[in-house]
C-alpha cells in the first residue's frame, strides 16, 4: 500500500549547523504535510505545514519544502539548537481524510 | 492552560483487566482522535470523533471502544486488556470538521503497560 516513510532514521548534527530531515511519500492524490517534532515523554507538537498548491513555506528557523515531481518532502532547521533534539515526524494526508505519518527520524544535536 | 489533556499519563494493569483512559481539549475543537504509538514510535490513527460522531474506525480490535460525551472530551475504554496493548496512546483535536486539513493537537500521551 501507499505510505510515508523517512531516508534516515538518526541524524547528528553540530550545535549551530543546519539540519535537514527528509521524507517520501507515494500517494501522489496527498494534499496536505505536517512536519511534528516529538520530545521524550511528550506528544507531537506541530512545527510546520504545507499545502500541495506550495513548494515552500518558512517558519522561525525552519523551512519545509515539497517536490510533488518526486513525492519529497524536507525539513530544514537553520542554526540547530539542543533544544531541537527530538523525534520528527512527516505526516501526510490523502483522500481518506486522516493524517498518515511516517516512521521518525530521530535529530541529535551535539554540543 | 494545558490545550489537549489525557488522564492518567501512566497505567500499569494486569492482563484481562478494563480500563479507561480520559481525554479533554480546551481548544474549542470539533474534531478529536485515538492513536497508538508502539515500541517503534510508530503512530497510527484508531478512531476519529467529529461533534461527538465517529467519523474514522480503524481496524481496531472492538475491545475499544471510544465515546464521546461532548466534543470537547473523547475517552478510551479498553475490555480484556492483552499484552500486546502495550504502547503509548495519543488523544489529539483539530478545527476542520474531520476532513484533516488543518494540524492536529497532541496530548502529551498515556503509557499503558499490561503485565
Known amino acids: 500500500g501507499e505510505s510515508v516513510g523517512l531516508h534516515l532514521p538518526t541524524l547528528s548534527v553540530q550545535e549551530g549547523d543546519n539540519s535537514i530531515i527528509n521524507c517520501a511519500y507515494s500517494?501522489?492524490?496527498?494534499?496536505?504535510f505536517i512536519w511534528y517534532k516529538q520530545e521524550s515523554g511528550k506528544g507531537p507538537q506541530f512545527i510546520i505545514d504545507i499545502r500541495s498548491n506550495m513548494d515552500k513555506r518558512q517558519g522561525q528557523r525552519v523551512t519545509v519544502l515539497l517536490n510533488k515531481t518526486v513525492k519529497h518532502l524536507s525539513l530544514q532547521i537553520a542554526a540547530t539548537q539542543p533544544g531541537d533534539s527530538a523525534v520528527y515526524f512527516c505526516a501526510e494526508r490523502a483522500g481518506s481524510y486522516q493524517l498518515t505519518f511516517g516512521k521518525g527520524t530521530k535529530l541529535s544535536v551535539i554540543p | 492552560d494545558t490545550a489537549v489533556s489525557q488522564t492518567p499519563k501512566y497505567l500499569v494493569t494486569q492482563m484481562g483487566n478494563d480500563k479507561s483512559i480520559k481525554c479533554e481539549q480546551n481548544?474549542?475543537?470539533?474534531?478529536m482522535y485515538w492513536y497508538k504509538q508502539d515500541s517503534k514510535k510508530f503512530l497510527k490513527i484508531m478512531f476519529s470523533y467529529n461533534n461527538k460522531e465517529l467519523i474514522i474506525n480503524e481496524t481496531v480490535p472492538n475491545r475499544f471502544s471510544p465515546k464521546s460525551p461532548d466534543k470537547a472530551h473523547l475517552n478510551l475504554h479498553i475490555n480484556s486488556l492483552e499484552l500486546g496493548d502495550s504502547a503509548v496512546y495519543f488523544c489529539a483535536s483539530s478545527q476542520d470538521g474531520g476532513s484533516g486539513n488543518q494540524p492536529q493537537h497532541f496530548g502529551d500521551g498515556t503509557r499503558l503497560s499490561i503485565l
Open positions: 481548544l474549542g475543537h470539533d474534531t
Open positions: 500517494n501522489s492524490a496527498s494534499d496536505y
